[in-house]
């Protein structure tokens, strides 16, 4: 596969952040900022990982590997079978024990996939790893480097076949091969985080727009590509912290917060039903809905307790553009999205977007809905996206 590669998608909470973990849905997209993956067979005995975006590029024999092996047989659904992996994986690579280190985390989750997925035929291979998305912003970035890693390797080591590819169009996988990767992932999203929910692993695998809900994750029906900005105003949070204030806040004033809840329930559903009907395009009236629906759930969302300065200044910034924008994720900072009509004048954009980067903001023109993990022939792909593979 020396002139394909293999993206997966970024994710971004559209409606639902917070209630989802009172029971209420939530509707989470596909963010087209992509993470690529390439894989060659190597002709010596050696696998490479090359992580270029945190500056990681390791070598190991396969030899020094294989003793193991006898440890990685199978599909492990069991966490506590995983834990003893990673103790494993932690003092044959020499990492601390309980390192949460970005560098640390994907180096295990590879290793982990590489050996659990290859099992006895180990593949000598140079994988390399390059991303749109910034790590540790909410917006799913390991969750497609996990998926990107179990798409590539059940392919290499034949237990998936490759697409069928003609000409320069991207393809998938079938549904089938698709619930296997998605399977797998999982299990790299449980190395780097523990107990994670299989919403970023499947929104990364299936692309689109899913309903999530009490432990249930549920493809939307075909839904229109949205264009948005991503704004990331690179202000750090701790999701645990904001979610145990939601909490403490419910629990002190149920009778305010729980209607707040609900409605937010409420706006979910709602837009779950405009995008689920509208998969040939929006009209003029169903993008005015949306708009409203961003509105009020920001204001929600800064009831709750979960808004920040920064998120507020995006919202004011956009909206003197006539732009309409609500924080995406866990809030107190993090990444906002802003909604873009079809009809919007560019200069419009432009302006906006200077003005958030002039915040010291990040601010991205992308899209939501994307596909989900895909084989791109070369010919296929941006110029941006062959240049920063063929400068690695």
Partial sequence: ????????????????????????????????????IKVQHRRDSTVLINLPNIGTKLTWNVCQLQPLLPSFQGHADNYHIILEQLDLLKQFAGFPDGSKDTEHLAVLAFLHLYLSICGRDLKALNIVVWSQLPPGAGLGSSAAYSVCLAAALLTVSGRIPWPVQEGTEDVGWTETELKLINSWAFQGEKVIHGNPSGVDNAVATLGGALRYQAGQITPMKRVPLLQILLTNTRVPRSTKILVAGVKDKLLKYPDIIEPVLSSMNAISQECQSILETSSSGLSVDQYSVLEELIDINQHHLNVIGVGHPSLDRVCQVTASHGLHSKLTGAGGGGCAITLLRPDVDRSVVEAAKQ????????????????????????LSLPEDIRRAFSNI
Wanted: hydrophobic share 40%; with cysteine; proline share 3%.
């Fill in 1 to 36: 596969m020396d002139k394909e590669l293999i993206s997966a998608p970024g994710k971004v909470i559209l409606h639902g952040e917070h209630a989802v973990v009172h029971g209420k849905v939530a509707l989470a997209v596909g963010l087209n900022l992509r993470t690529f």
């Fill in 355 to 378: 003005q958030l980067v002039d915040c010291g903001y990040q601010c991205w023109e992308t899209s939501i809905g994307a596909p989900g993990v895909s084989l791109h022939s070369s």
